[in-house]
């Protein structure tokens, strides 16, 4: 396994508001005005069985931003773009509610997760593209191809 390192070029996190209110909690999750706002192409979320893994993934075009308002959810990133100063590094991040931030991720970059809670683990993506399935590439964890021990 390759080294960890904290995020890598590419990779950014943005801490996000929770307002409590008496009758409910209002969860930010992404303005058009943020700065690291692209476009949206779509919005999604996925439910991840705890301790499975759903990847590995990269994205030719999309950019990923990621929020967990339910649960907890592990990231794990693997830079293989040749001439990058973390070519060879894998990068953490686990979001959660007490941890709750968004995650925005740039085109390039290998991408698996996995539940990190007994209970119901939930993922919002807000996609910069609508889903293509020929924009993406698709390297199952089973195969080995990306060594990482979850």
């Given amino acids: 396994m390759g080294k960890i390192v904290d995020l890598f070029q590419g990779i950014e996190l943005t801490p996000l508001k929770i307002i409590k209110g008496e009758k409910g909690n209002v969860m930010h999750a992404l303005k058009c005005t943020d700065v690291n706002f692209e476009s949206f192409g779509e919005s999604y979320f996925s439910t991840v069985v705890f301790n499975d893994v759903k990847g590995w993934k990269k994205h030719k075009r999309m950019v990923s931003n990621l929020i967990v308002p339910v649960g907890a959810v592990k990231f794990v990133f693997y830079d293989d773009r040749e001439g990058s100063t973390t070519f060879g590094f894998f990068c953490e991040v686990i979001l959660s509610i007490t941890n709750y931030q968004r995650l925005t991720v740039q085109p390039g970059i290998w991408m698996a997760f996995q539940g990190a809670s007994e209970d119901l683990n939930l993922l919002m993506n807000i996609a910069s ?18 060594i990482y021990n979850f």
Wanted: proline content about 17%; glycine content about 0%; aromatic content about 0%.
């Fill in 129 to 146: 593209i609508p889903h293509d399935p020929l924009e993406s590439i698709v390297d199952p964890v089973s195969s080995n191809n990306i």
